[in-house]
């Protein structure tokens, strides 16, 4: 097994982020004003012109270092702090709730049946009309 440091595949980076943010090749061809075919090539290179990399990075609303620096383990440590953190922030902003979710839920119910009712008058207006 050797210990050498492979290079950065920036092109595979680019890549996994696109496939990661829900973006084809298309469309991202599209934000950067290329075609699908420069982006499929630029995708298997090891390198990126710098001026291409700041649009790619751009469109993909990352930084150019996200890119240069992305590894799979970096994405995973960041959606476990951020679960981890948005659990937290949850309770916090729930404590400051100046509202019963559960009354919200149970006017919007009402107001549902309170429709229904009015339909169901009126359906039989119309009925008692022919």
């Keep these: 097994m050797s210990t050498e440091t492979r290079p950065r595949n920036i092109g595979r980076n680019i890549s996994r982020i696109r496939e990661l943010r829900g973006m084809k090749q298309g469309a991202l061809a599209d934000a950067i004003g290329t075609s699908q075919q420069t982006i499929s090539s630029i995708e298997t290179s090891e390198t990126v012109d710098f001026d291409k990399l700041v649009q790619i990075a751009k469109a993909l609303g990352v930084t150019v270092e996200a890119i240069e620096n992305f590894t799979e383990e ?17 309770a916090i902003h729930a404590a400051n709730c100046t509202f019963n979710p559960l009354d919200k839920v149970i006017e919007l119910y009402e107001r549902l049946v309170q429709v229904e009712r009015e339909k169901v008058e009126f359906m039989e207006k119309l009925m008692k009309g022919k």
């Design 74 to 90: 970096s994405v995973f440590n960041f959606f476990n702090n951020f679960y981890d953190n948005s659990a937290n922030n949850g």
